[in-house]
């Protein structure tokens, strides 16, 4: 059973940084993308970055392209969104997903594991 358990979120200033983390158990990841979405008040799930265990190649949202990083660390099972110059529109719950396949894509409906989503509140 997969099971993702997000951390590292919580409450800050407009400019400074957070980093979250993803902890992944339940199966052997390296053929799988992890993505990061995230869900504002009476707003949609939208992507925010993406990428695959076996492979550098990363994707973001053009909202967070240039401050946020997604990486990962193997032997740790985690992966990890870096997020810098926050701005109060990035407040949001955000979301660890992860989908059977090394193709890394912006589509929620392509993630079948979800995490409990963590909240990340920018203020102004």
């Known amino acids: 059973q997969v099971q993702l358990v997000e951390s590292g979120g919580g409450l800050v200033q407009a400019g400074g940084s957070l980093r979250l983390s993803c902890a992944a158990s339940?199966?052997?990841?390296?053929?799988?993308?992890m993505g990061w979405f995230r869900q504002a008040p009476g707003k949609e799930r939208e992507f925010v970055a993406a990428?695959?265990?076996?492979?550098?190649?990363?994707r973001y949202a053009d909202a967070v392209k240039g401050r946020f990083t997604i990486s990962k660390d193997s032997a740790k099972n985690t992966v990890y969104l870096q997020m810098n110059s926050l701005k109060p529109e990035d407040t949001a719950v955000y979301y660890c997903?992860?989908?059977?396949?090394?193709?890394?894509?912006?589509?929620?409906?392509?993630?079948?594991?979800w995490g409990q989503g963590i909240q990340v509140t920018g203020s102004s």
């Open positions: 990428s695959s265990w076996s492979a550098d190649s990363a």
């Open positions: 997903a992860a989908r059977l396949s090394v193709r890394v894509t912006a589509a929620k409906e392509d993630y079948t594991y």
């Open positions: 339940g199966r052997t990841f390296s053929r799988y993308a």
